[in-house]
């Protein structure tokens, strides 16, 4: 008996956790250290949401002071009365005086307005009658919302390009010229959209990454960039984006989706912070935007800041927590490494005085020590048990076979009528009676021995390329006369291109010829049972064998796979056997690396299958 480990330390552990609230400490500075973080980082998207909302609603005053100007000069040329005039005086009677009249009208507007590139005056059916610009008289307008009040859009220019791209946009007005409380046509306006230009690219109050930028909805609900981007000059009328890509703050802005946003990409798909808004007046989206990364800025160096001072403490923490880990590990540590040693069978192992520093720890150690003595006494008594089993069925085994195989042999004999008649029928059936309770014994015997070679380790596969349609056609064949004398009917749908495995023959003829007789005896005449062979979706091969019989219970079925146990454990049960099968056949597919299970249903009938792992599988060379 080892003499009792006792405490260096006078001090019990409860004292030494007192160190450990200094760790608190340190915790507690990384949580107030993260909660300010997080404030000043919702402090500064806050600021940034209403710096964003105020630069979103000058942006879009002036695009609207822009485009009211515009249609109030419009609206100036429409108001000429003499325009008008000429204009019915036309319609009644055409003349080439009225058009040179109304022309040299359009004329000084034009000249008058610097803006306005053309004026036109167009027929309710949009055909140009007169036109400052001589190449659009006669040809036919196609506008969208032509005969609204005012309808303003974009269009991309094909004439006079320009290197600018703003001079190569003309906004579009139009207007109807009323007399008398009749519609006679329409006036229109291409007007430069340089304004437009100016607005979107005054990136004051925006920073390095900022900007506004105007889109439209085309038809197809894509938006298309009406300005240049600050990072893609080029975008003018070109660039557009899906209108799947719900992710990016234009498209929610032609949606209707407004104010500020935070989970969303711009169109260089760079995360951004983003207010939209639309231009009602011209159904346009309008946008203004800041790359997040430029936001957290002061939030990234604060962090910084932050966490150097975090690390100074943590320092201090380490230290202490090196020495606490000392005082409190280490016996800890060993009793762990005691553990795995007793885990590995070994029962030599000391626990040292030096480790040992607390009353507490001495007490765990030393009863650890005894617990471990105690189990090892234990598990040489279980050792000892086994081997004197083990042994005890190898002997028996033998013992057995010897007087089984010469009763088989002679009653196989007298069976044959070797030596001639017996002389009386009923030497006949208890020959038969002795053959078949031999054979029974015989089979019993095996299966034990076999059992007792899987749970001792030395049941040893013999794995080779092994053909699952053969072996299904083997089985069936030897079961067929039985399978007849109950009146059942014995079958297989296994496809002959099954792919082989890499098993042991006589061990997967011993599990389905097991399988097979289980359900020819628990079917009742007249039934039926299919054995079937198959590549499963893991691409491992199965095999299924279902019967029409009586079927189990659930817990029938835990019965069955237990050894020496039926799902009928009655004493008036009408079915032989030991109850080794099924629990021999599931320790063979676990050698396999498999698995066995079992489908049933009382009075319906019985499928067990076997399924091999996907590595046994060989695959059909190509």
Not at 140 to 149: A, G, I, P, V
Not at 151 to 169: C, F, R, V, W, Y
Not at 319 to 339: K, M, Q, V, W, Y
Not at 458 to 463: R, S
């Amino acid at each position: 008996m080892k003499s009792l480990l006792r405490p260096k330390s006078r001090y019990p552990i409860r004292y030494k956790l007192i160190l450990t609230f200094l760790l608190m400490v340190i915790s507690t500075s990384l949580v107030i250290g993260g909660v300010a973080l997080h404030n000043f980082k919702k402090s500064i998207e806050a600021e940034v949401s209403d710096h964003l909302l105020s630069v979103a609603n000058l942006q879009k005053q002036r695009i609207e002071t822009f485009l009211k100007h515009s249609r109030e000069r419009m609206e100036l040329v429409a108001s000429r009365t003499q325009l008008r005039l000429s204009l019915k005086k036309h319609l009644t009677n055409p003349q080439d005086e009225h058009i040179q009249k109304m022309r040299r009208i359009l004329i000084d507007a034009k000249n008058s307005i610097p803006d306005f590139k053309s004026i036109s005056i167009t027929t309710m059916d949009n055909y140009v009658i007169v036109s400052t610009d001589l190449d659009k008289i006669g040809r036919r307008e196609m506008k969208d919302d032509l005969h609204s009040d005012i309808g303003i859009t974009l269009d991309n220019s094909e004439q006079n390009k320009h290197s600018n791209p703003a001079q190569m946009l003309n906004l579009h007005l139009h207007h109807p010229l009323v007399l008398d409380g009749e519609t006679l046509g329409l006036v229109m306006v291409d007007a430069t959209a340089s304004e437009l230009f100016r607005i979107t690219g005054d990136y004051t109050g925006l920073g390095e990454s900022g900007e506004t930028i105007l889109a439209e909805r085309l038809p197809n609900g894509d938006a298309r960039f009406l300005t240049p981007l600050r990072f893609d000059l080029d975008a003018t009328m070109k660039r557009t984006i899906p209108a799947h890509r719900n992710d990016m703050p234009i498209i929610r802005a032609l949606n209707g989706n407004l104010g500020l946003h935070r989970d969303i990409v711009d169109y260089r798909e760079v995360p951004v912070f983003a207010i939209t808004t639309v231009i009602h007046e011209a159904d346009w989206g309008l946008l203004i935007k800041i790359d997040q990364s430029e936001v957290s800025k002061s939030y990234q160096a604060l962090r910084a800041d932050m966490l150097l001072s975090i690390l100074a403490f943590l320092t201090i923490g380490i230290i202490g927590a090196f020495f606490l880990s000392r005082s409190i590990s280490r016996p800890i540590e060993h009793l762990t490494d005691a553990a795995k040693k007793v885990k590995a069978g070994k029962e030599a192992f000391e626990i040292s005085h030096d480790t040992i520093s607390d009353e507490e720890t001495a007490v765990l150690a030393n009863a650890f020590d005894e617990m471990t003595s105690e189990l090892f006494h234990s598990i040489k008594k279980i050792e000892a048990a086994n081997n004197a089993k083990s042994e005890f069925l190898a002997s028996m085994s033998h013992d057995l076979r010897t007087p089984l195989n010469a009763i088989m042999g002679f009653s196989d004999m007298m069976r044959q009528k070797a030596f001639g008649p017996l002389g009386n029928e009923h030497y006949e059936e208890y020959v038969e009676d002795i053959h078949n309770s031999g054979s029974l014994l015989v089979s019993l015997i095996n299966d034990i021995l076999d059992l007792s070679k899987i749970e001792a380790g030395k049941y040893e596969l013999i794995n080779e390329p092994v053909s699952i349609t053969s072996i299904v056609d083997v089985c069936i064949r030897q079961l067929t006369t039985l399978a007849s004398i109950s009146n059942l009917t014995l079958t297989s749908d296994t496809p002959d291109d099954l792919p082989h495995i890499n098993g042991d023959e006589r061990a997967i003829i011993q599990v389905l010829n097991n399988l097979m007789s289980n359900s020819i005896k628990f079917t009742q005449d007249g039934g039926m049972v299919v054995v079937r062979g198959y590549l499963n979706d893991q691409n491992g091969i199965s095999i299924s064998v279902k019967d029409t019989g009586i079927g189990m219970s659930p817990e029938g079925v835990s019965k069955a796979l237990k050894p020496f146990e039926q799902a009928d454990g009655t004493h008036s049960r009408r079915h032989e056997g030991t109850g080794l099968g099924l629990h021999l056949c599931a320790n063979l597919m676990k050698l396999f690396g498999g698995t066995l299970h079992i489908e049933s249903e009382p009075n319906t009938g019985t499928t067990v299958s076997i399924h091999f792992p996907p590595e046994r599988t060989i695959e059909p060379s190509s």
